[in-house]
């Protein structure tokens, strides 16, 4: 058994491989019956690279105040109020990561689709061209089994995507 928690997350480190994401494509097909044709990692500071690419940081709304709870327990508001914010990339994920909501995960899957839609959004209004020339710089952030051009195809194909009725 891949996983001794029982979480999806917990089995790329708790599992047979000695490649972690083989752990989560083995446990995804046994469980699931889901075949994984490539993969691709992100890791968490490209996320905050990403964001602070972004010049003035990323415009997103923000459905709640957002507040934070250290290692220790305290607690800071990073946002005050519910409405349209520009977000450098460590306030992005303190607010993606961010499980201190009153709905719990909801609440949290609620503000991570908002984060989504609005980095759909500026890439989508930068254009393909400027989008796929910023992929170099992912280079020191991704592992994957695909190609580079087969990843520019992929975000081509995805930036050209009609989004009017995304839902996660």
Do not use: C
């Amino acid at each position: 058994e891949p996983s001794k928690t029982g979480k999806i997350n917990s089995v790329y480190s708790d599992g047979s491989h000695d490649n972690g994401i083989m752990n989560l494509v083995e446990t995804l097909n046994q469980r699931f019956g889901l075949a994984v044709d490539h993969y691709a990692t992100l890791d968490m500071e490209a996320f905050v690279e990403v964001v602070d690419w972004i010049e003035g940081g990323l415009e997103m709304y923000v459905p709640y105040p957002i507040t934070i709870k250290d290692g220790n327990g305290n607690q800071e508001t990073i946002i005050k109020e519910a409405g349209w914010h520009y977000v450098n990339g460590e306030t992005a994920e303190a607010i993606v990561r961010n499980r201190n909501y009153a709905g719990g995960d909801i609440q949290r899957m609620e503000v991570q689709s908002y984060f989504y839609a609005s980095v759909i959004k500026y890439f989508k209004e930068i254009g393909v061209s400027d989008s796929l020339k910023l992929l170099p710089r992912f280079t020191p952030y991704i592992t994957t089994d695909m190609h580079w051009s087969r990843i520019a195809g992929l975000a081509t194909e995805a930036l050209n995507m009609d989004y009017s009725n995304m839902a996660i």
